[in-house]
């Protein structure tokens, strides 16, 4: 800790932030008002899959960084689980240093690209930022700018690949290749151990692949992270189920000496109401999968999807955002979201919540499905729905939503799709009796370290943490790098 | 990439492919299946491994033709590759000594069963097998089904080959003759509910392998739910075996037509692709 802080400061020290700083007034920083992102155009960008934000240009994002203070004491890095060094790299935007900006970003992170994109910034760095903490005034768009810089590095075609230490020859596996393996691998990849990453699906990337839309996170992004991973040296499995294809003792004999498990919280749940199995009703990783990884919506694929003009999602996070808004443009002329509590307590992202209003989505709030009904053919035309009122705060602190007697209604529908959460995947867990879970079922962990009870095993992301987010996913994923290289230099 | 190294007709729409996976067929047991994908652009299906040489590192597949990705699989020739292939998935068949068993296939249901009855037979059962089809031209793996089970009744709808009848009708006659341990039943799902209903009647403990529709194969969508005994379970990682009783077969028939339309049409636009290509 203390460590870092001299750090900070010694950089903060250098002469170009100094020249920085006297070149404005911090007055005058503080009187300008905050950047709007560039979008498409609500009803242009439902035709398709295009990315709804469109980035900074240079001008927009160097007058965004000169907003920011270069605080003596950033706040804003408390903010962020990789410990982003903030006000560095807005500086460098300032500076027009575009792609020296990049390269701080990678100095602690492995996909600013994506973090700048999927962040909740709002309740992370932004939230510390000075302005929000002290001036009670808009943040600094550290997120629009941190995908400002990434995106200016990958466009340049000048990536810098980070300074990968000599090999030292000791094989490390990493099990799920989401954000939490991938930081993982990087960060063991840069320490110089030989790194192989095996994913169960057919492609990389977890749920930036599977789950979030191109309309949010075009995958070419994530593939641009992944291809410097692999020039970084590190290896890739695909279609190898830890647990299954192999076991971990099976991979101990093929010489792997330490494992991260970063397999993730697949598996969906859903509310067990009467009728909930027929057709029509997906889990929202069922529809969303059929559309990012196999691309059912495209003419050419195989897979199939069905949806219909009149789509509900039921649940009020991300994932429930994301199906929504894919329905609207999957041609649904009534796309609703239906969530027990209010707006206030919805757990997405507050950008999506805004765009999935431009976009022309119904929100039902105080609203929960009670029942399915269906054709002869078994296909559900009409959920039953009824209206809930917030009483007292239960164990998480939220409202509790009770069920108002008679405010019953019915709705039509053809397709239905359930986004309730999930919870941990447990084949790695079913394949490791030793491995301590959890009552929830996810991998218990040493806080500090983030080792499992099986010494040379480490988790990180949501297979510890239950549904989370991306940022946390890296964060645990840096620090079991870091546990793991004392652990192993330690044995 | 998964090498195809051997393919071998069965029949017209049954073909007997080899692929090389050696980590597969080293941890594969009875039971467990694989999922498929054919192409960048290809779905993901799911196959019954039906058999694996441990020592030269590959898996049998048996497959029938119902639709594109079937027949995207079965038109690979040797030396040619399946794009994605993961497993071995779902829990593998509990194989113990119990007397003797009733092993039931129809339609297709009969590759997926082979392996099951290779392994009850080298567990020491005593094995009856009743193979069921519609005709002479779709009874399959006879001659590999005969190689384990120690009777081997086979039924034909139409009574061109074998006897005529229902796959229950074999099952009746086995049981009016046999005292049975336990019963195994894979094949569609109606001929599945029928079978059920007879070993119900007759109180023998019946399991059914379920080949409901599947996406990923490890839980993580949901497309292959079922209810079972009241509660809803996903057959890629619970099962794909359950108590027959249990299992509600009428919602399991509406889900599987979930998608026949649009897959009808994909196949009849792919039907009319090759045909000119073949033309061409
Ligand atoms: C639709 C959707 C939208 C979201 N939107 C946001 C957002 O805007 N912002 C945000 O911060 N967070 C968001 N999240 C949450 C965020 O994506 C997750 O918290 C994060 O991806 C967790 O990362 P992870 O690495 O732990 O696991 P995952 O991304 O789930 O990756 C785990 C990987 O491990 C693989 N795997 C599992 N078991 C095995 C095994 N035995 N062997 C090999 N591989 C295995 C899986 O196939 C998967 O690819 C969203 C989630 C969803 C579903
Ligand atoms: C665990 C499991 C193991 C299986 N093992 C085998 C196997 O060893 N050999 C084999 O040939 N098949 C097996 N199947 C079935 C196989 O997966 C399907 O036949 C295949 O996915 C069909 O794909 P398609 O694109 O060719 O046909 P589609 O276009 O998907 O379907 C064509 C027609 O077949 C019907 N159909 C589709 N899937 C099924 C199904 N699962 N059961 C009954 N009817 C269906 C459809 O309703 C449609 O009318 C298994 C299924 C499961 C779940
Ligand atoms: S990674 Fe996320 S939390 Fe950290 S600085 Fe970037 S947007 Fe903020
Ligand atoms: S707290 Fe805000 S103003 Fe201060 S350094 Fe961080 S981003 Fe800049
Ligand atoms: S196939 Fe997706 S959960 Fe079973």
Same mark, same amino acid.
């Given at each position: ?23 404005i007034?911090n ?6 008002v905050r ?27 160097? @007058? ?39 390269k ?8 600013p ?35 400002? &810089? &990434? ?26 290749s989401g954000?939490?393996g991938?930081?993982? &691998?990087?960060?063991? @990849? ?16 977890g ?87 196999m691309? @059912? @919506?495209e ?32 041609? &649904? ?8 509590r209010?707006?206030?307590?919805m ?13 022309g ?5 105080l609203?929960?499905?009670i ?26 602190g ?7 007697e ?15 959460g ?6 790695v867990p ?7 879970t959890?009552?929830?079922g ?8 983030l ?13 510890v943490?239950?549904g ?24 | ?8 007709f069965?029949? #017209? ?43 030269k ?20 020739e ?6 994605d292939?993961v497993g071995?998935l779902?829990?593998a ?50 001659e ?9 009744i %086979? ?6 080959y ?6 229950? #009708? ?14 195994? %039943?894979?094949?569609?799902?109606v ?11 007759h ?38 075996e359950?108590?027959a ?15 026949? #339309? ?19």
């Amino acid at each position: 800790m203390e460590e870092r802080d001299s750090y900070l400061k010694e950089e903060r020290a250098q002469q170009w932030r100094e020249d920085l700083r006297k070149k404005i007034k911090n007055k005058e920083r503080t009187q300008q008002v905050r950047v709007k992102m560039n979008e498409v155009d609500a009803n242009e960008r439902i035709k398709s899959y295009v990315e709804v934000n469109a980035g900074l240009n240079v001008e927009q994002a160097q @007058a965004e960084a000169s907003r920011c203070i270069d605080c003596a004491n950033p706040t804003c890095i408390s903010g962020c689980p990789v410990e982003i060094n903030i006000p560095k790299f807005i500086k460098r935007i300032e500076q027009g240093e575009f792609l020296e900006a990049a390269k701080t970003l990678k100095e602690t992170s492995t996909l600013p690209a994506v973090c700048g994109r999927v962040c909740p910034q709002e309740k992370q760095c932004e939230a510390k930022c000075f302005y929000t903490q002290k001036l009670k005034q808009d943040p600094v768009a550290i997120g629009y700018l941190e995908r400002f &810089a &990434a995106d200016y590095e990958r466009e340049s075609g000048q990536i810098s690949v980070p300074e990968v230490k000599e090999k030292n020859n000791i094989k490390v596996a990493c099990i799920g290749s989401g954000p939490a393996g991938l930081t993982f &691998a990087g960060e063991m @990849a840069k320490r110089g151990y030989d790194v192989t990453v095996f994913e169960a699906l057919h492609e990389i990337g977890g749920v930036l692949k599977y789950g979030i839309p191109e309309f949010r996170l075009p995958n070419n992004i994530v593939d641009v992270e992944i291809n410097a991973l692999k020039k970084m040296g590190v290896e890739f499995e695909t279609n190898f189920i830890v647990g299954k294809t192999a076991t971990i003792e099976d991979l101990k004999e093929e010489g792997f000496q330490a494992f991260f498990a970063g397999s993730g919280a697949g598996l969906p749940r859903f509310m067990g109401i009467p009728g909930e199995n027929y057709i029509g009703i997906l889990s929202s990783n069922e529809y969303l999968t059929r559309i990012n990884l196999m691309h @059912a @919506a495209e003419q050419d694929t195989d897979t199939p999807v069905v949806s219909g003009k009149n789509v509900m999602v039921i649940g009020g996070g991300n994932t429930a955002m994301d199906s929504v808004r894919t329905a609207k443009r999957l041609g &649904a002329d009534r796309a609703m979201i239906v969530y027990r509590r209010s707006m206030d307590e919805m757990p997405a992202r507050v950008e999506e919540i805004h765009h999935a209003q431009e976009e022309g989505i119904e929100f039902m709030t105080l609203t929960n499905p009670i029942e399915y009904l269906a054709n002869d053919k078994g296909r559900v035309n009409r959920v039953v729905v009824q209206k809930m009122e917030l009483g007292e705060p239960d164990a998480s602190g939220r409202r509790r939503p009770m069920p108002i007697e008679g405010s019953e209604e019915t709705i039509e529908v053809e397709t239905v799709v359930v986004s309730v959460g999930v919870s941990p995947n447990p084949i790695v867990p079913d394949s490791l009796p030793d491995l301590k879970t959890t009552k929830w079922g996810t991998i218990a962990v040493n806080e500090e370290n983030l080792q499992s009870s099986i010494p040379e095993m480490f988790a990180g992301g949501d297979i510890v943490r239950g549904g989370a987010t991306v940022i946390l996913a890296m964060g645990d994923g840096r620090n079991a790098a870091q546990s793991m290289d004392q652990y192993l230099k330690n044995e | 990439m998964y090498k195809v190294v051997d393919k071998t007709f069965f029949s #017209e729409n049954v073909v007997k492919i080899d692929v090389e996976a050696p980590r597969i067929a080293k941890a594969r047991r009875a039971g467990h299946f694989v999922m498929v994908k054919i192409g960048e652009k290809g779905e993901r299906f799911p196959l019954t491994i039906a058999g694996a040489d441990r020592d030269k590192g590959i898996i049998t597949l048996v497959v029938q033709t119902v639709g594109v990705s079937s027949r995207k699989l079965a038109a690979l020739e040797v030396g040619d590759s399946i794009t994605d292939l993961v497993g071995p998935l779902g829990q593998a068949t509990h194989i113990e000594n119990k007397g003797t068993i009733l092993a039931c296939g129809g339609g297709v249901g009969v590759a997926p069963l082979l392996p099951i009855v290779e392994a009850y037979k080298k567990a020491g059962n005593r094995v009856i097998t009743v193979i069921a089809a519609r005709n002479k031209d779709l009874i399959i793996l006879e001659e590999q089904m005969k190689a384990f089970s120690d009777e081997l009744i %086979i039924m034909t709808d139409d009574g061109s080959y074998g006897q005529k009848g229902l796959v229950t #009708e074999g099952m009746e006659a086995a049981i009016a003759k046999e005292d049975i341990s336990e019963a195994m %039943i894979i094949g569609p799902a109606v001929m599945m509910k029928f079978a059920s209903l007879t070993t119900q009647k007759h109180n023998i403990p019946t399991l059914a392998s379920l080949n409901t529709i599947m996406v990923d194969g490890t839980g993580m969508c949901g497309a292959c739910r079922i209810t079972v005994g009241g509660k809803t379970k996903f057959v890629c990682v619970d099962g794909p075996e359950f108590d027959a009783h249990q299992v509600d077969f009428d919602e399991m028939l509406l889900r599987l037509n979930g998608y026949k #339309e649009i897959e009808k049409a994909a196949e009849s636009n792919y039907l009319k692709e090759n045909n000119k290509n073949c033309q061409a």
